[in-house]
């Protein structure tokens, strides 16, 4: 089973940059890199994925290290609304999910 | 576009009583799963499918059945149902394309006693 290392949990403080790490160095080339985030009492969203390449979107940035062993998703200026499990997935097709970190935003 | 629904929203259940879950998607995606998600835990995949007619199983089918007759629906039925079994349920589906975004549904909150 693909399994990530990430910190049990996180802190910031609003309109910080956040930067959540994850460790996959069973990662294999064709695995994506997942994140997802899930808010309390809701299901999981989608917040980004990459392959090799650094990715933006209008929720984050993911910036995924050179031998794809680990990667950072930046949040670049937290919201009380970013408080969520953030979960760090790879996989080529099927998602399997870990602990997650779980980020707490002060204001 | 609904997205994923599922219902019903909460369930209770008694040891031993079957039931079924329903998941279903009007995106025309081919593969769907199942996840539970046990109290201050991550999610578990239980079954998953690929397209119509082709299941599988994932980390934790033990005491669940699925079946995928149609593109949009892919229900989770529970044989005998067990307190271990309480959890709240979540359906996702996505394109059947390597690093495809999946959506999830609400979720079913169920209890069984």
């Known amino acids: 089973d693909a399994k990530t290392t990430q910190p049990n949990s996180m802190e910031s403080n609003e309109e910080e940059p956040v930067h959540l790490p994850c460790n996959h160095s069973?990662?294999?080339?064709?695995?994506?890199i997942h994140w997802y985030r899930q808010l309390p009492s809701q299901g999981p969203e989608y917040v980004i994925h990459?392959?090799?390449s650094n990715v933006n979107n209008r929720m984050a940035s993911l910036a995924i290290a050179e031998d794809r062993k680990s990667s950072t998703l930046i949040l670049h200026r937290a919201t009380l609304r970013d408080a969520a499990v953030y979960y760090c997935?790879?996989?080529?097709?099927?998602?399997?999910f870990g602990t997650g970190t779980r980020l707490q935003v002060f204001p | 576009n609904a997205g994923v629904t599922q219902t019903p929203k909460f369930q209770v259940l008694k040891t031993g009583q079957s039931m079924t879950l329903q998941c279903a998607q009007d995106?025309?995606?081919?593969?769907m799963s199942w996840y539970r998600q046990d109290p201050g835990m991550g999610l578990r995949l239980i079954h998953y499918?690929?397209?119509?007619?082709?299941?599988d199983q994932g980390e934790v089918p033990n005491g669940y059945n699925v079946s995928r007759s149609t593109t949009e629906d892919f229900p989770l039925r529970l044989l005998s149902a067990a307190p271990s079994q309480t959890s709240v349920y979540f359906c996702?589906?996505?394109?059947?394309?390597?690093?495809?975004?999946?959506?999830f549904g609400p979720g079913t909150r169920l209890t069984v006693t």
């Open positions: 499918s690929v397209g119509a007619g082709i299941t």
């Open positions: 996702a589906s996505s394109q059947w394309t390597s690093g495809k975004e999946q959506y």
């Open positions: 069973t990662i294999s080339g064709t695995d994506y």
């Open positions: 995106m025309n995606h081919e593969y």
């Open positions: 997935i790879f996989s080529t097709d099927k998602l399997i």
């Open positions: 990459g392959l090799t």
